[in-house]
């Protein structure tokens, strides 16, 4: 399916074109957007400005303009027909991976994170391994052997090393997951300490740690000497906020968490001013400005603001999952802005952003992006590129591209005495989705520009769907909101433009 | 025209530039423009078109268009489908348009403020071009022949002569590579032919996808024509030709390398209009064809630098820029961006006329592609960042800065500013 142009106009009434061939949005006089409204609707607009336009023409709603107006808006269309503006655009969904692309995104991956056991001291409702979720593993106590642990570091490094790096100086994560991470601790120690033994030629290891905070009195000194990036999870300043945070005896874990926030605050100031940052889940008991008033105020620390995540809900549990919810629709916030939004909370400015990115023309990856300039054949759907940003190894061994996809995507497998990790079955893997998705994209308008991963769209499935995708009534819409937005806080665009970053 | 209050806006692929005398509406998409100087109301309105707050949108009251220079402008942006009018009354808030502002996510203004990654992320990939200077060692005594090479791709030689990129050296280097967008390999001496490997070399090299260009004097492809059989149809040569020609020995190599069916360029130097007269007429009666004279500055001949290669007003809006053109042009320079030279002494330049970057005896090419990313000249070598040109109302619609220009430190090689 080909598109060429999308005509829209905003709640303040001024029209607009948007062109998919040359990326650009471009304000239009109302007789502009009359023709090309007349144009979409396949009728021939210089015969038709010729029969019906005499002296002077009325456009229903808008106002009357003479026979040289039409005159002059019939050129400019022209002109901007002639430089593509109207021309249909098909960026073709056909790219699709082979072997080498895989190695390739893993030899310049940026993190390997592990998830050093299933087991956890908390059991907080809304747990992606507990009852609410069908796609993890179920907890059983497992701890990750640091000898898979290690066997995935040699093979790693094998590859960062190679020629196939195209990074220098370049800082590569060891991520500590869990579960609970704390309670595997004897691994943390070994595998920092293994680690340390490795020879990089062109990066170095940073550590880093998601943690409940139960345990941090405990393991704090350790952490602070080897310069851990520690992530506390914690849903707010209240213990109410933190209603589904709870030991597995049902009482808060609330008071404990704050506890040791504090001790680390007090114990080493400058560690806790560089080192820790706050996670926060949104949901029913708490909300975005509360979250970030608190750890502004408290700790001076902008929170990671996570939703819940609505992937594979166990559908007995749908209405139940659906309370804890956070239903007000405006404070849904976006990891990637928080640090935006700090300074410059004002409604939709995420939505904003991404279009933005998307929809100005003006944003551009890298300096390959900019001298090439050209869209051509792109992998269907927003799915990051495999192992492009991580690799993550399950407790028991399972190999992922990412730690918030179900288990069922496993690419590999890895135990103490081999790595199993087939770059062309990866390859197939990969491709097979695509392949199935495809179809839904080719009829999708959003599907030059999509963000959406296809690991959340029950790609599994017979019948796949997207919650995202649009048709052109859809995409009007958007246009529409967005450019909205824009007449109300033209400043923004520049903000966005001058500071942020993805990355 | 209606002569009620109207909305005056400027097209999203137009480029507003502004400077202490002048304004520039230049539009990307046909090369049309207009200009005006600091004297005039247009330019008043330039200045408030262009900033944020009005975002390429300004209001223009019933006064304002009773004005015959902004009646007049606004009826020229129009017919140049540089901007419009459109009545107020038909919109119940100020529209908004798209300037173009350059976000590059993974550029070193971005990766330079990052807390995890710095210039370093994926920077091979931008490596596209190689120089490598086999030896220093020549039996030729060409005059300037210390400085061609830092005007365009040529031969040079030193007193050095020992110096000699080590085969194994060249190998590691193109095994580092192999994850670069790599597309050219250019190979220079010395006299290449007194490399020890040579031979040895154009074998391994073959064996990957880039195109290697060997630069050779013609001269001293005559003295060791029993060597052409080293190269073979994939390879490119160009053959370099300066002082005074030797007929007979330019004639005998174009028939053999025409016999051989090479893939053969031939680059001419000259510094005047008389040399260049000769060397015409040479092309012509030995019916060379695929040939560049390059101009050679001498120091002394910079009256034929203004006629031949100083550039004028009409020679930059020929080229008639596009939006990603002038992107590019107040990013990084186009000429020189992915470009390294690998002296015969293992120095690592991203220019000759630039600062070293490293040693690739000492350290690995990634080090010094880091060091061009992070704090080198050549790749972010642009108008914008130069004198006089910093100030000139034309620096984002001028080619890229060239060697000459890097060379002689003047940056304005045009007839525009004296």
Redesign the interface.
Same mark, same amino acid.
């Given at each position: 399916m080909g598109v060429d142009y999308i005509l829209f106009k905003t709640v303040n009434e001024n029209n607009y074109l948007y062109s998919y061939n040359n990326n650009q949005i471009v304000f239009l006089h109302p007789i502009m957007h009359f023709l090309l409204n007349l144009n979409k609707r396949n009728i021939e607009i210089n015969k038709w400005v010729k029969k019906n336009v005499k002296r002077i023409y009325e456009i229903k709603n808008v106002g009357k303009f003479t026979k040289s107006d039409f005159e002059y808006y019939l050129k400019k269309i022209d002109f901007y027909l002639d430089n593509g503006y109207l021309k249909d655009y098909n960026i073709q969904n056909t790219q699709r991976y082979n072997a080498d692309n895989i190695k390739f995104q893993l030899a310049n991956t940026n993190q390997v994170s592990f998830e050093v056991t299933d087991s956890c001291n908390l059991k907080c409702e809304y747990c992606v391994y507990g009852e609410y979720y069908v796609n993890r593993d179920k907890p059983m106590n497992i701890n990750l052997n640091s000898e898979i642990a290690k066997k995935t570091l040699v093979y790693l490094v094998n590859l960062w090393n190679s020629s196939l790096n195209r990074s220098h100086k370049k800082m590569i994560a060891i991520g500590f997951y869990g579960g609970e991470a704390l309670l595997n601790m004897d691994f943390i120690i070994d595998i920092v300490n293994y680690s340390k033994k490795i020879t990089l030629k062109h990066s170095y290891f940073s550590y880093h740690m998601t943690t409940n905070g139960v345990l941090l009195d405990k393991y704090i000194d350790f952490l602070v000497e080897n310069d851990f990036n520690i992530s506390i999870s914690l849903d707010g300043g209240l213990e109410s906020n933190n209603k589904y945070r709870k030991f597995p005896n049902q009482q808060s874990a609330f008071k404990v968490i704050y506890k040791n926030i504090l001790l680390i605050q007090n114990k080493y100031p400058e560690y806790f001013k560089r080192r820790i940052g706050f996670i926060s889940v949104l949901h029913n008991q708490n909300s975005e400005k509360e979250i970030y008033n608190f750890f502004n105020y408290k700790f001076d620390k902008t929170p990671l603001v996570l939703n819940l995540d609505t992937d594979s809900i166990n559908p007995d549990l749908i209405d139940e999952f659906k309370k804890m919810q956070q239903t007000d629709m405006d404070s849904i916030s976006d990891i990637r802005f928080n640090k935006f939004k700090k300074t410059h909370v004002v409604g939709n400015v995420v939505d904003f952003t991404n279009f933005v990115f998307t929809y100005s023309g003006y944003v551009k990856n890298n300096y390959l992006g900019l001298l090439s300039n050209k869209r051509e054949s792109k992998l269907p759907t927003g799915t990051c590129e495999t192992f492009s940003r991580k690799i993550f190894i399950t407790a028991r061994g399972k190999i992922l591209p990412c730690e918030r996809i179900g288990h069922q995507f496993k690419v590999g497998s890895v135990n103490e005495k081999d790595i199993q990790l087939n770059f062309e079955k990866i390859a197939n893997q990969y491709n097979g989705y695509f392949d199935k998705i495809d179809q839904l994209c080719n009829k999708c308008f959003l599907k030059n520009s999509c963000g959406v991963c296809m690991f959340k769209q029950k790609i599994e499935s017979k019948d796949v769907y997207c919650n995202s995708f649009k048709d052109y009534g859809k995409m009007v819409n958007l246009f529409s909101i967005n450019l909205s937005y824009a007449e109300q806080n033209n400043e923004m665009y520049y903000r966005i433009l001058n500071k942020v970053n993805y990355e | 025209m209606n002569n009620e209050n109207q909305w005056l =806006?400027i097209? !999203?692929?137009v480029v507003i530039t502004i400077n202490d005398k002048k304004a520039l509406f230049y539009n990307s $998409?046909?090369g049309e423009k207009l200009e005006y100087s600091n004297s005039s109301k247009i330019y008043n309105l330039a200045k408030r078109l262009n900033s944020?707050?009005n &975002?390429y949108?300004v209001k223009l009251s019933k006064i304002d268009m009773d004005d015959f220079e902004i009646y007049k402008f606004a009826k020229n942006i129009?017919n140049l =489908?540089i901007g419009? #009018? %459109?009545?107020t &009354?038909? &919109?119940? #808030?100020? !529209?908004?348009? /798209?300037? !173009?502002? $350059?976000?590059?996510?993974? *550029?070193v203004y971005? #990766?330079k403020? &990052?807390k995890?990654?710095?210039v *370093?992320?994926?920077?091979?990939?931008?490596l596209n071009e190689l120089t490598l200077q086999l030896n220093e060692k020549c039996s030729l005594d060409c005059i300037n022949c210390d400085s061609y090479y830092k005007q365009f791709s040529f031969c040079t030689k030193s007193n050095k002569i020992s110096n000699e990129l080590d085969i194994n050296q060249i190998e590691r280097i193109i095994?580092?590579?192999? *994850? +670069?967008?790599m597309q050219k390999i250019k190979i220079i001496g010395g006299d290449i032919f007194k490399y020890s490997e040579l031979e040895e070399l154009n074998k391994f090299l073959n064996k990957y996808p880039y195109l290697i260009e060997y630069y050779i004097q013609y001269k001293n492809l005559y003295l060791n024509l029993d060597m052409i059989n080293v190269f073979n149809e994939s390879n490119s040569l160009n053959i370099l030709v300066n002082g005074d020609i030797d007929f007979g020995i330019l004639t005998a190599i174009t028939e053999l390398l025409q016999k051989k069916g090479l893939n053969v360029s031939f680059s001419f130097v000259t510094s005047n209009n008389n040399e260049c007269g000769k060397i015409e007429e040479i092309i012509s009666n030995i019916g060379i064809e695929n040939y560049t004279i390059r101009p050679f500055y001498n120091k002394s001949n910079l009256s034929f630098f203004k006629e031949n290669v100083f550039i004028n007003k009409k020679d930059i809006f020929e080229e008639k820029p596009t939006l990603?053109d002038i /992107?590019?042009r107040q +990013?990084?320079n186009?000429i020189n961006?992915g470009k390294l030279l690998i002296k015969s002494n293992g120095d690592v330049y991203s220019n000759p006329n630039d600062i070293k970057l490293g040693n690739i005896k000492i350290d +690995?090419i990634?080090?010094s %592609?880091?060091n061009e990313m992070d704090s080198g000249r050549s790749w972010w070598s642009i108008r914008t960042k130069v004198k006089p040109c910093n100030k000139c109302v034309y620096n984002l619609i001028c080619p890229p800065i060239s060697n000459y220009e890097i060379y002689t430190k003047r940056y304005n090689l045009c007839h525009i500013h004296r």
């Open positions: - | =806006f097209e !999203p692929y $998409l046909n944020n707050k &975002s949108i129009r =489908f419009d #009018l %459109v009545n &009354s038909f &919109s119940q #808030l100020k !529209p908004f348009q /798209f300037k !173009p502002i $350059l976000n590059i996510q993974k *550029g971005f #990766l403020k &990052s995890d990654f710095n *370093g992320r994926h920077m091979m990939q931008y095994e580092d590579i192999k *994850g +670069t967008s990603n /992107f590019i +990013t990084i186009q961006f +690995t990634y080090d %592609v880091f």
